[in-house]
């Protein structure tokens, strides 16, 4: 029985241990591997590939001795010792022996027979003086002395050089079939011997003419795969009988050494009697400053509009980094703006601060450079993070404002490594984001309110890099603290530290702003307004002025006004600002039906489309831009020369916002503003400005006519949708927003402007939100 039960024991643990064991069969049949899991063809490629790279370096190294050599026998020659001593009192190799080793060691296929004793550097002959009177060339004598002179020696066998007896012999002549063609197209070097003369070589071709003809299947190019010497001699020879100009002399052989052997040509000086004559040029000069003086002369850029926006110190006088100092240089900026000068002084000390300056005057630069000298300090710091944190938090309202910081920002971070800029903006997809910034860790972020919340409350993290913040900039404060954006702006400052350096920069800041901004600042913050207590917060360069006209003539006059424009500017760039961006688009498709070199840009585009429009318009001339106000605040386009506003704007702010495209740096502009008789009111907000009434153009038959054709011509769907956000734009407007019946009466009037026969019908729920429910001249949907 016992027995019995450890031969069950047995037949229970066999097929276990038959399943643990893995056998072994024989493996046949697929490729052999080498190191690295390479095949026998990949890794044959990577040892050649090893070799030629250990030949270049090779080569490189003889070539630097072989200047040594020659440095060293050129100081021997100025000594007054001769070569011989040089090179052979210490048994060191001679360059002509260095060339000779050289050749053995790294000789190419197909260059065996390039190679004899007497080769050597070209001894050019020098320059000839220009002399009063040269004798022509007669070029058929010395072809026929030549010949004569060949045929004399046909046969003979010259010592040196030219001696087939006397080549040198290499152990790769075997087998290759060089023979005797090779040896025919080699003529020896006119140079290398001062008293022969070529023409005794010149035989040598006749002589294997036989050769040559039994022979002829065979092609050149397999001799000599890449140099052909022959041609390149002959081609020099006779250049250098026209005249000794050849474009390169050739030093040793073109196939053993490659390109070491190109001896560049030496440059002369003029002659004196080519130079030009003094007086005309003085002659130039004097009528060109007499016309300066008559008025004929127009200068473009005028200096004391210079002086006044840059100041006389200098970025390197500001205790920045010295690699950002370089990329200012390196960009073309070296003086400080007046809101630079002031805002750097205060944000470099670690001081929160709230900046007022005028548009286009170089506040970007202000808040960047304290963010890119927070970012270095930070770096410096000891505190180790698990993860990546992000120093500095740029906050911007539009999409097109924030990419453009970001390029500002790539553009002063050139010389700087590891420092990195992303943009945070809406538009994109949301696993995009995070999957840049795990794969690309950067210090500065610059964003929109909206995305950045977003990554805020998604717990992926990012957070958490929050913590780590020291400096957080608003750029358009005003529109950021406004009703707006200001819930967004509240939830974003509770979730970063708060010992942090607040930074806030706007072109306007009203009373509310200033009140609303102790949310975000210290109460110790410094307060810096480059505009100042009585100031114009508008460009005085910039031309302003207003046109009232019924609302059925503004789109008449927009394309008059664009059209007169285009005739006083030659490289003119036009900017038109529309209510709403449906308004915009229909006012593009009418100035593309009359054949306007127009662009459209509003928020109902996709961002890629406003990105690719916004750098088209920013690098072109002779365009126009129609666009809603995503491009009012910030955006930087240059050599703007008009900009026209159609309608009323926002408020005041938003006015001069949109007039501070142009005008620039200090450049000059201009500035129209189209109303209706129902909106002049707004002038009143806006009396302190140098605004001017004007007249309106004259309009033609022919203009009218024109128009009204292309407003025809456009799609109904765009119009609809024009009317009902022209409706909702002015709605919200308290002056006119109030009285919902003149407003209605208004909407039909740019109904019927837009070439509309009735006005179109409001949803039900948009009617009561609107508060339009049931007025006369609204037609609602049932």
């Not at 016309?291 to 110190?313: F, M, P, W």
Request: charged share 30%.
């Amino acid at each position: 029985m016992a027995s019995t039960g450890v031969f069950r024991e047995r037949s229970r643990t066999l097929p276990k241990l038959l399943a643990s064991l893995s056998l072994r069969r024989s493996m046949g049949g697929g490729p052999r591997t080498f190191p690295g899991g390479l095949n026998k063809w990949q890794y044959k490629r990577m040892h050649e590939k090893m070799a030629r790279e250990k030949e270049h370096r090779l080569l490189q190294q003889e070539k630097q001795l072989y200047q040594a050599r020659l440095r060293s026998e050129i100081r021997a020659k100025v000594a007054g010792k001769s070569s011989s001593d040089a090179a052979g009192s210490g048994g060191a190799m001679s360059s002509k022996g260095h060339v000779k080793a050289l050749a053995d060691r790294f000789m190419r296929a197909g260059a065996e027979d390039l190679w004899n004793d007497d080769d050597g550097p070209i001894r050019s002959p020098r320059r000839p003086r220009p002399s009063g009177s040269v004798p022509p060339l007669d070029l058929k004598k010395l072809l026929t002395s030549g010949r004569n002179l060949a045929d004399s020696r046909t046969g003979e066998a010259s010592p040196g050089l030219g001696s087939f007896d006397q080549r040198r012999e290499y152990s790769t002549v075997a087998g290759r079939g060089m023979g005797i063609i090779s040896k025919a197209r080699w003529r020896k070097n006119s140079s290398s011997d001062d008293s022969e003369s070529d023409e005794g070589f010149s035989s040598r071709r006749n002589s294997t003419k036989v050769t040559r003809d039994a022979n002829r299947g065979r092609k050149d190019s397999q001799m000599f795969p890449r140099v052909n010497i022959a041609r390149d001699e002959e081609s020099d020879e006779e250049l250098n009988l026209m005249g000794g100009k050849s474009a390169k002399n050739k030093l040793f052989s073109s196939a053993a050494l490659r390109n070491f052997d190109v001896k560049t040509q030496r440059r002369f000086p003029r002659s004196t009697d080519e130079s030009t004559d003094l007086s005309n040029e003085i002659q130039e000069i004097r009528e060109e400053l007499q016309k300066r003086k008559a008025g004929q002369y127009k200068t473009t850029r005028c200096n004391a509009d210079e002086e006044s926006i840059l100041t006389k110190r200098r970025f390197d006088e500001c205790g920045i980094s010295p690699l950002t100092v370089k990329a200012l240089t390196d960009a073309g900026y070296i003086q400080m703006t007046v809101v630079q000068e002031a805002a750097l002084s205060v944000c470099l000390d670690g001081k929160d601060a709230l900046v007022k300056a005028k548009t286009g005057t170089g506040k970007s630069a202000a808040f960047l450079l304290p963010a890119i000298e927070t970012v270095i300090k930070a770096a410096c710091g000891n505190t180790n993070f698990r993860i990546p944190q992000i120093h500095a938090l740029i906050i911007c309202p539009t999409r097109e404002l924030a990419i453009q910081i970001a390029a500002e920002a790539n553009v002063l971070l050139k010389h700087h490594v590891g420092i990195g800029v992303q943009t945070l903006i809406g538009g994109t997809r949301f696993k995009m984001d995070q999957k840049r910034l795990e794969s690309n860790p950067c210090q500065i972020i610059v964003a929109t309110p909206g995305r950045l919340l977003d990554h805020i409350e998604n717990k992926s993290g990012f957070s958490l890099r929050l913590m780590g913040l020291k400096m957080l900039i608003l750029d358009e404060a005003d529109h950021l603290l406004d009703l707006g954006f200001r819930k967004d702006i509240e939830k974003i400052v509770d979730s970063v530290p708060r010992q942090r350096q607040s930074l806030l920069f706007s072109a306007t800041l009203p009373k509310e702003v200033r009140r609303i901004s102790q949310l975000v600042l210290k109460r110790d913050h410094v307060f810096v307004d480059t505009v100042g207590l009585g100031g114009v917060e508008t460009h005085s360069k910039v031309l302003q002025s207003y046109l009232v006209a019924p609302h059925q003539l503004h789109f008449h006059l927009v394309y008059c006004l664009l059209k007169e424009h285009m005739q006083q500017e030659l490289n003119y760039k036009v900017i038109v600002f529309c209510t709403t961006a449906m308004v915009t688009a229909f006012l593009y498709v009418l100035l593309r039906d009359l054949k306007m070199n127009v662009r459209e840009m509003h928020s109902r585009k996709p961002q890629l489309y406003r990105t690719r429009i916004s750098d088209e318009f920013r690098e072109s001339k002779c365009i126009i831009l129609v666009t809603s106000d995503v491009s009012a605040r910030g955006m930087d386009y240059p050599d703007v020369t008009l900009v026209i506003q159609v309608g009323i704007p926002p408020d005041r702010e938003q006015y001069i916002h949109r007039l501070g495209r142009t005008g620039r740096e200090g450049k000059d502009g201009k500035g129209i503003l189209l109303l209706a008789p129902w909106e002049e009111y707004f002038m009143d907000h806006i009396k302190d400005l140098p605004i001017e009434h004007s007249q309106l153009p004259d309009l033609d038959a022919d203009t009218r006519e024109k128009v009204e054709d292309s407003i025809r011509r456009v799609d109904p769907s765009i119009k609809e949708a024009a009317y009902h956000a022209w409706l909702g734009y002015y709605n919200s407007i308290g002056e006119i927003g109030r009285d919902k019946t003149m407003l209605a009466d208004l909407a039909n009037q740019f109904c019927y402007s837009i070439g509309l026969e009735k006005p179109p019908a409001l949803f039900r729920k948009t009617a009561l939100k609107m508060g339009l429910k049931d007025i006369p001249g609204i037609r609602v949907r049932k």
